[in-house]
């Protein structure tokens, strides 16, 4: 990672270090402080103290996200709350520093008839030429793992074959976001559909070395921009593309591979409340099923209720925005 090198660099790799001696996470805030790093270099500022005017002045400048903004507000006062007790300040200048109204986003969800309806449109996109054939049905488990089993476009990509267990009908997915592992039962659909593929595979290829389960080139494993291309297709091929919308604090999220993820979770909960069960207390099952280290954090996918329920609140936001 690039070292800072505004006037403040040694004190912000000091508290850098010391959250990370704490047990955070440093990469997200060393992120936020490299922004605010640069924007001191770019404002030639090389002094203290910092008045409240330049982080008024920051924080109309170093992003055009509210939502940034405010993370990046958070961590730099927080690193002056750092200062101030080391004694190099005697007051934290961003105190009486406002935060942004936040942007709140709705992501694109598929009802599960538009899911079946993009999963056949990637099948129907596979070449039957030799040289594509088995690329093309590898993108097409890759969109099928995302939609049925709630992964990160990234997870069924870096999967090896020794960790696909077909007697236990489990694949084990190593080394994740938030650094965790966890080994999650396949659906039975799924389940065959990986045994078809690697049938194919024994066909195609007598002495087939590629490690991965879902094979690229070589020895190498698909590529994230395989999927997306082949997502991308497919949605335009059912009509489902539409474009990002932002009406006033709200961003309507367009269609994208991690869009899957959050359908999954929305109508797997609506999956079980049809079945007269609690989906609050499915919640932190659910949770561990897709990697979430708090099932809080699957909660916040629960944005809208389904498909449906999310086109109706686009109206009720753009009504609203004309009524202003």
């Given at each position: 990672?690039?070292?800072?090198?505004?006037?403040?660099?040694?004190?912000l790799?000091?508290?850098?270090?010391y959250?990370?001696?704490?047990?955070?996470?440093?990469?997200?805030?060393?992120?936020?402080?490299?922004?605010?790093?640069?924007?001191l270099?770019?404002?030639?500022?090389?002094r203290?103290?910092?008045?409240?005017?330049?982080f008024?002045?920051?924080?109309?400048?170093?992003?055009?996200?509210?939502?940034?903004?405010?993370?990046?507000?958070?961590?730099?006062?927080?690193?002056?709350?750092?200062?101030?007790?080391?004694?190099?300040?005697?007051?934290?200048p961003?105190?009486d520093?406002?935060?942004?109204a936040?942007?709140?986003?709705?992501?694109?969800?598929?009802?599960?008839?538009?899911?079946?309806?993009?999963?056949?449109?990637?099948?129907?996109?596979?070449?039957?030429?030799?040289?594509?054939?088995?690329?093309?049905?590898?993108?097409?488990?890759?969109?099928?793992?995302l939609?049925?089993?709630?992964m990160?476009i990234?997870?069924?990509?870096?999967?090896?074959?020794c960790?696909y267990?077909k007697?236990?009908?489990?694949?084990?997915?190593h080394?994740t976001?938030?650094?965790?592992?966890?080994?999650?039962?396949?659906?039975?659909?799924?389940?065959?559909?990986?045994?078809?593929?690697?049938?194919?595979?024994?066909i195609?290829y007598?002495?087939?070395?590629?490690?991965?389960?879902l094979?690229?080139?070589?020895?190498?494993?698909i590529?994230?921009?395989?999927?997306?291309?082949?997502?991308?297709?497919?949605?335009?091929?059912?009509?489902?593309?539409?474009p990002?919308?932002?009406?006033?604090?709200?961003?309507?999220?367009?269609?994208?591979?991690?869009?899957l993820?959050?359908?999954f979770?929305?109508?797997?909960l609506?999956?079980?409340?049809?079945?007269?069960?609690?989906p609050?207390?499915?919640?932190?099952?659910?949770?561990?099923?897709m990697g979430?280290?708090k099932?809080?954090?699957?909660?916040?996918?629960?944005k809208?209720?389904?498909?449906?329920?999310?086109?109706?609140?686009?109206?009720?936001?753009?009504?609203?925005?004309?009524?202003?």
């Amino acid at each position: 990672m690039k070292p800072f090198e505004s006037f403040l660099a040694k004190q912000l790799e000091e508290y850098v270090a010391y959250r990370k001696a704490l047990g955070y996470a440093k990469m997200p805030l060393r992120h936020r402080l490299a922004a605010f790093d640069r924007y001191l270099q770019k404002q030639n500022i090389n002094r203290h103290p910092l008045q409240p005017w330049f982080f008024l002045q920051l924080r109309t400048e170093i992003s055009s996200h509210p939502n940034t903004v405010n993370e990046i507000l958070l961590d730099i006062r927080g690193f002056f709350r750092f200062l101030v007790r080391k004694g190099v300040l005697d007051q934290n200048p961003l105190t009486d520093i406002p935060r942004l109204a936040k942007r709140y986003f709705v992501p694109f969800v598929f009802s599960p008839q538009q899911t079946e309806l993009l999963i056949k449109a990637v099948c129907k996109d596979i070449r039957k030429r030799q040289k594509y054939f088995l690329l093309d049905m590898a993108k097409y488990m890759a969109i099928v793992m995302l939609a049925r089993c709630g992964m990160r476009i990234n997870e069924p990509l870096h999967m090896q074959r020794c960790h696909y267990r077909k007697e236990e009908a489990t694949v084990y997915i190593h080394r994740t976001k938030f650094r965790k592992d966890r080994l999650i039962p396949l659906p039975k659909a799924v389940l065959a559909e990986i045994e078809n593929y690697l049938a194919l595979r024994r066909i195609f290829y007598a002495n087939d070395q590629n490690p991965y389960l879902l094979a690229g080139r070589g020895k190498t494993p698909i590529k994230d921009y395989h999927i997306r291309r082949a997502f991308h297709r497919a949605v335009s091929h059912i009509g489902l593309d539409r474009p990002k919308q932002v009406i006033g604090n709200v961003t309507f999220g367009a269609p994208v591979p991690h869009s899957l993820r959050h359908s999954f979770a929305i109508n797997t909960l609506n999956k079980i409340r049809a079945r007269g069960q609690s989906p609050q207390h499915a919640l932190p099952v659910l949770a561990a099923y897709m990697g979430h280290r708090k099932y809080q954090y699957t909660g916040a996918y629960l944005k809208v209720k389904d498909a449906d329920h999310r086109m109706g609140l686009i109206e009720y936001t753009k009504s609203r925005a004309v009524v202003k």
